[in-house]
């Protein structure tokens, strides 16, 4: 019984590869405002880019991980997400948690965090749940250059998009 069930285990196929990174831009009938949004879905999992002119102020990164994230407590204050891209040092940063998942905010930070996005392969997040059990959560990174690119032109972005694209 314990072989077949390690037999099971061993021959389980690997995760799909995730669909590359799809942008969706949206104009509001009444406004004309621009609401846009670059989607990257990894083995359930998503990490998103965003612009929304009538809730936020620049670009929004937010991911989502399917288990509870802990939130900040009284005592030990906000709680740092440490993440990393490819082979490059660790990095932390407070992010907003929000039930599974938490949004980066800042128009610094995001800049920092979408030029990494744009150059690498692998993003890993490393955070703790609501039982404060350590989680890591991975995405393979595909399509993201040409999906960011777009969506900061849509959000009028040009500034941001020239500091990370160049003039082109």
Known sequence: MLLTALALVAAEPPAPPPRPMQ????RD???DR?????????????????????????IRVSFSSGRWV???SIVAG???????????PPRGAVWVPRDRGGRLVGRSRVANFLGDLIRS????????????RRFDLRFRIVGAQPAIA??????????LRRDLFGDS
């Open 150 to 159: 777009e969506l900061l032109q849509a959000c009028g972005e040009e500034r």
């Open 34 to 58: 621009v609401t846009a949004s670059a989607t990257l879905v990894d083995r359930g999992r998503t990490l998103v880019v965003a612009c929304d002119a009538d809730d936020y102020r620049g």
């Open 23 to 26: 942008v969706e831009v949206v």
């Open 29 to 31: 009938a009444i406004t």
């Open 78 to 88: 906000p709680r740092r997400l440490v993440y990393r891209f490819d082979e490059q």
């Open 70 to 72: 802990a939130l900040p």
């Open 121 to 132: 392969e692998q993003l890993v997040f490393r955070t703790r749940d609501i039982e404060l």
